[in-house]
């Protein structure tokens, strides 16, 4: 079975030049990764690189890329491919979409349409819509061939998702910290038809990526916000990362949130402090430190402990300080919405259910991870950040299952998690429930001959798990 993982253009992609690989992935659980094409399509250079690339129907590779002013050519071609020119691009213009057949070897065309493209999606006709920074949403048929729409143009397009009968962009509001804050942002949906405008509005916190999930008419969004959070003993504030995970109708409207805790202690806002000791049920706090009568505070257990003669409820201290992030979704071929993070932590918030909702029973619950060896747990580790990925329930945001992924190295004390990213990454999953996930890696992979690190791609069985690297 031929699988091509959507993935591997934007992961494989070095720095100076395009690399593309084909690969036979996994006719069974214990098959191993077999490259079957590998190609550079650039030159040498620090502009080169894939941003997006799908699979269509037929089997063709299509990618979104800079390619600079390089003329890519098929093995043996004396001269390379005459470019297709649409949205008033040149033969030097940079950002192309490339087509190649199944097996990767042989480039089918050459389209350049802007100065950038930052994402691809395509739609159950196979047409491409990419995210074409400030050249906005160009919408080409699959041959690529035909310019079929653009939408914002002068705005910076960076991500684009399609489903259903829907595609929706996301501008963010600081271009050149885009990767990493790029403000709420600007959310726009169309109809895929016609890119007539359906609904338009704000992000979230720092949004980083949105996803369409079309049978629950559910868009979500994740990524991030920056806060400070009193320790236990009252001694002071630590600034912390708080990932966040959001779903919305199509109209803009707040279906879940999921993650997100407020650093504020006290249940009708601000943080409260112990003038002398108390006892709360099996609960004792010291004079002068932090009282927890919000189940929502982040370094809440969200277990109660007991009440206040005033009637609130008090929650012992968690440490759930290790910063994180939400990076990627991905609506997966299952059915399921799947979201990549990053925690520089084993005390992360991820290690419980994420839903903020009162009327849930246990909302705060410990949540057990699909688990594997010293590669999925983060095991004596620093503040490197390493991945977490979960599979959700995209109507409901209930987390599924999920797991956690990172390197491993040998310290004084033992096995050490080290650093696994995918800020530059991205997620994939197949019919069967399959993640495939590229990211980079700190020394410590899984691998033959101990990498120092680099690039790496990732697959896990469906239940999270297995893998292969």
């Known amino acids: 079975m031929k699988v091509y993982p959507r993935f591997l253009g934007r992961l494989l992609a070095a720095a100076s030049c395009l690399v593309v690989f084909a690969a036979t992935l996994f006719a069974d659980e214990d098959s191993p990764w077999n490259l079957s094409a590998a190609s550079y399509l650039g030159y040498a250079g620090n502009t080169d690189e894939v941003y997006g690339l799908r699979v269509l129907a037929d089997g063709t590779i299509v990618l979104a890329a800079q390619i600079g002013d390089a003329q890519p050519r098929n093995p043996g071609a004396s001269e390379p491919l005459e470019p297709i020119l649409l949205n008033g691009a040149t033969a030097t213009t940079s950002g192309a979409v490339l087509r190649l057949t199944s097996d990767g070897r042989t480039i089918l065309s050459v389209t350049r349409i802007a100065d950038q493209v930052r994402d691809l999606e395509i739609d159950a006709a196979d047409n491409l819509y990419v995210a074409a920074g400030t050249a906005g949403l160009i919408k080409l048929n699959p041959q690529a061939d035909t310019l079929l729409g653009v939408r914002q143009a002068g705005q910076f397009v960076k991500r684009v998702t399609v489903g259903g009968a829907h595609v929706a962009t996301l501008v963010p509001d600081n271009v050149a910290t885009a990767h990493i804050t790029p403000g709420p942002g600007d959310i726009t949906l169309y109809t895929t038809a016609d890119l007539t405008e359906s609904a338009a509005f704000r992000g979230f916190r ?78 004792t706090i010291p004079a002068g430190f932090i009282l927890i009568t919000n189940p929502y505070f982040l370094n809440s257990s969200g277990q109660a ?117 995918m800020s530059q990454g991205a997620l994939h999953v197949d019919a069967q429930s399959r993640l495939y996930f590229g990211g980079a890696a700190a020394s410590g992979l899984p691998l033959p001959g101990n990498p120092l690190g680099g690039d790496v791609a990732t697959q896990t069985s469906p239940a999270l798990r297995p893998r292969h690297q």
Request: aromatic share 10%; net charge negative.
């Open 206 to 283: 720092h949004t980083l990526d949105i996803a369409l999930h079309a049978p629950s008419e559910t868009l979500a969004l994740v990524g991030w916000r920056q806060a400070n959070a009193w320790q236990e003993d009252g001694s002071g504030v630590l600034p912390v990362q708080i990932a966040y995970l959001r779903g919305m109708d199509f109209a803009g409207n707040v279906k879940w949130d999921a993650y997100d805790w407020t650093v504020e202690s006290n249940i009708n806002g601000g943080n409260e402090f112990t003038s002398e000791t108390i006892t709360v049920g099996s609960l």
């Open 305 to 421: 402990a007991g009440q206040l003669p005033d009637g609130r409820t008090v929650y012992p201290y968690l440490n759930n300080m290790a910063d994180t992030r939400g990076y990627r979704l991905t609506v997966g071929e299952d059915g399921y919405l799947y979201a990549g993070f990053e925690a520089a932590g084993g005390n992360h918030i991820f290690r419980r259910r994420g839903l903020r909702d009162p009327e849930l029973e246990n909302f705060r619950a410990f949540t057990p991870q699909a688990g594997g060896d010293l590669f999925n747990s983060f095991i004596n580790t620093g503040a490197g950040h390493k991945t977490v990925i979960n599979r959700y329930d995209a109507a409901t945001g209930e987390k599924i299952r999920g797991n956690l992924f990172n390197t491993l190295v040998s310290i004084a004390s033992g096995p050490s998690a080290n650093t696994l990213r």
